[in-house]
RNA sequence: CGGGAAGUAGCGCAGCUUGGCAGCGCGCCUGCUUUGGGAGCAGGAGGUCGGGGGUUCAAAUCCCCCCUUCCCGACCA
């Protein structure tokens, strides 16, 4: 290509809404426009890089048995309707955008399980067929509450994602272990580090799962990570190792024999905060959150009354399906008063008691008392109250011991590329025609595995993880161009327009993908430019060079430089 | 959705406090000169000062409403 005639116009500096790396260098490089907040054009550089990594994604998947189809973006509203996952449209859980049209009202495809469901489904009648795994590369659209970053979070993607069907579980996971095989050297192949990381499953539904995590520094989620036995698992859904005896930092030590409950009246102090805060003010006894029982009113997923306990400094971490209580949940349950919720006593009302092994530490508390306005300190385990179920049921901070070997684990900061889900029979229960004929002659339902990854995001990605202070540095996995040819002074020399001239032919003809600057620009801006693009390779054809038969060769990624003779540059370059 | 900031030429910004010709740098066009790390000179084009309403002889500037964008938080497939 050649670039007087590249529909690109770098510019010098980055617009003001750009804040991250990737962005600023992306539109100043001309690679991708903001038509409206979390919404981009793809200009011809940006595509380019766009299709080079769908190569990658397709010939990985396509390596590992899958089949690449193209379902609609518009989906009948119907469909989801069949799922129950239109009632969580306009949520946050479900953000999608609903189009109305002359046959009815339609949703713009957040993600596409109804879809894919019924449409595998009414091609595959028997256990035979199976198993099969279809993907698809395609936009995708979500009422995004904050677009961010650029690429890194937009209200239209391009997503890849697939989808296995198999007999079983057995089966199904067997689809999984190998798409998620696809899934890491798909990553290895854009020369990013990954961490698959254990993770929650949200609107998606199923029960394994694992998040693509790539430690980034303008990531958005964190995952932990233990650097000494290699354990992975995203802060949600991350454990943590308790030893009952070890101090964590909290509550206050036990005294023999314990005192007595002691009550304190804490007028309109509801929460941690509060009444940390109003013990400050009163002077006359200091309490710090570790101090307090943090205690949580929960419905668990099989919608019993449960009453969380966790050290008060400390963030819960609620497992899959649970929820914190409604007001109609308080009005049912007038033991547990909002605000002030203690555990004394509250096995008697019906209430199950589950505990963070923090709170096993030797230690009494300070927690509220079942009554408005009021909290109470002193409260001992096994004297004051007793615990039905203990586990780990906070947030994993830095410092925190491995559930599985016992070191302490970090947080790294880092960009969720891809999430796969192990769904079982989520869909396939409730969508239509999702049945087979199975080998004993029984009705089989699908038992499924799903897997998104953000292509766009990953674009972002790349160039978050590959720049330098002069702009982006492509792998050539990626790179739009892999040799960028750069003419000096052709204005004034016919022999260096000629050598370019032939040097560009050649390389076309060699199958080398190409980016000729032929501008009549100086070699300033010519270079500035080469920097800021980003390709792997520059190649530059000028008189000093000429005058010895040489054209200069140079390395974006390292800055190494050699001379190729002149005749030899296009067998060169086309051997890269 | 809560908090904060900002909208003036394609991009980056000044002007607003104290109302009175709409500016600067880069980019763009023409010509000449230049040519190995974002060249020089000369000439030129380009504006709904985000939108609407109000105050005033007069509004980019003061007042009210709205829209848009970005950042922090919440949330997130």
Redesign the pocket.
């Known amino acids: 290509m050649r670039m007087s005639r590249l529909l690109v116009?770098?510019?010098?500096?980055?617009?003001?809404?750009?804040?991250?790396a990737s962005?600023q260098l992306l539109v100043?490089a001309g690679y991708i426009r903001?038509l409206?907040?979390?919404?981009y054009t793809y200009l011809p550089l940006g595509v380019r890089v766009l299709h080079n990594i769908e190569r990658v994604i397709r010939e990985e998947l396509d390596a590992a048995g899958c089949q690449e189809l193209l379902l609609p973006a518009l989906h009948p509203i119907e469909l989801w309707e069949q799922s129950g996952r239109a009632d969580?449209f306009g949520?946050?859980?479900?953000?999608?955008m609903v189009v109305h049209g002359r046959g009815g009202d339609f949703v713009l495809?957040?993600?596409h399980e109804e879809v894919v469901t019924v449409t595998v489904g009414a091609e595959i009648e028997s256990y035979r067929q199976l198993p099969v795994t279809v993907y698809q590369v395609q936009v995708?659209?979500?009422?995004?509450?904050?677009?961010?970053?650029?690429l890194l979070?937009t209200r239209e993607l391009v997503?890849a994602d697939a989808y296995s069907f198999d007999v079983d579980k057995e089966a199904m996971q067997q689809s999984y272990g190998s798409v998620f095989d696809a899934y890491v050297r798909i990553f290895g192949r854009l020369g990013l580090e990954v961490f698959p990381v254990e993770?929650?499953?949200?609107?998606?539904g199923g029960d394994v799962?694992h998040?693509f995590m790539v430690p980034s520094v303008v990531g958005?989620?964190h995952f932990v990570q233990c650097a000494s036995c290699g354990y992975a698992a995203n802060v949600?859904a991350a454990e943590r190792r308790m030893e009952p005896d070890l101090p964590s930092g909290g509550g206050a030590a036990a005294t023999d024999p314990p005192p007595a409950l002691v009550d304190h009246h804490t007028p309109d102090r509801p929460g941690i905060a509060q009444v940390v805060a109003y013990f400050a003010d009163q002077g006359d006894q200091e309490v710090t959150p570790a101090d307090l029982m943090k205690s949580l009113a929960i419905m668990d997923n099989d919608g019993r009354a449960t009453l969380l306990l966790v050290p008060g400094d400390r963030e819960a971490r609620l497992p899959n399906g649970w929820r914190l209580f409604e007001d109609e949940d308080f009005a049912s349950h007038p033991s547990l008063v909002k605000g002030y919720i203690g555990p004394v006593g509250q096995q008697q009302h019906g209430i199950r008691v589950v505990a963070d092994l923090g709170i096993r530490r030797a230690g009494m508390w300070m927690t509220g008392a079942n009554q408005k306005d009021h909290h109470v300190s002193g409260v001992t385990l096994d004297r004051d109250f007793t615990v039905d179920e203990w586990g780990s049921f906070v947030e994993v901070e830095t410092g925190d011991l491995c559930p599985r070997c016992g070191q302490t684990v970090g947080l790294v900061r880092s960009v969720?590329a891809a999430?796969t889900?192990q769904l079982g029979y989520r869909y396939s229960e409730v969508m239509p025609g999702s049945t087979f004929v199975a080998e004993d002659g029984s009705e089989g339902r699908f038992s499924m595995g799903c897997y998104?990854m953000?292509v766009s995001r990953l674009l972002a990605v790349v160039a978050e993880e590959h720049h330098d202070d002069?702009?982006l540095v492509w792998p050539e996995e990626v790179a739009p161009y892999q040799v960028h040819l750069l003419s000096?002074?052709?204005?004034?020399?016919p022999e260096?327009a000629t050598a370019a001239d032939e040097l560009y032919a050649g390389l076309l003809a060699g199958g080398v993908a190409v980016l000729y600057d032929d501008r009549?620009?100086?070699?300033?801006?010519?270079?500035?430019?080469?920097?800021?693009l980003g390709l792997p390779t520059?190649v530059?054809?000028?008189?000093?060079?000429?005058?010895r038969q040489l054209?200069?060769w140079?390395s974006r990624a390292t800055g190494e430089e050699r001379e190729l003779a002149m005749a030899d540059a296009v067998a060169e370059l086309s051997a890269d």
């Open positions: 116009r770098t510019l010098r500096e980055a617009p003001a809404d750009a804040e991250v962005h100043r903001r409206a907040s979390g919404v969580l949520t946050e859980a479900m953000p999608a495809g957040p993600t995708k659209f979500r009422d995004e509450a904050r677009p961010r970053f650029g979070r997503m993770a929650h499953s949200g609107a998606i799962n998040e958005e989620d949600e969720e999430h889900f998104g953000g002069r702009g000096l002074g052709a204005g004034r020399s260096v009549d620009a100086s070699p300033g801006v010519k270079f500035k430019d080469a920097d800021l520059r530059v054809v000028g008189q000093k060079g000429l005058d054209v200069e140079r």
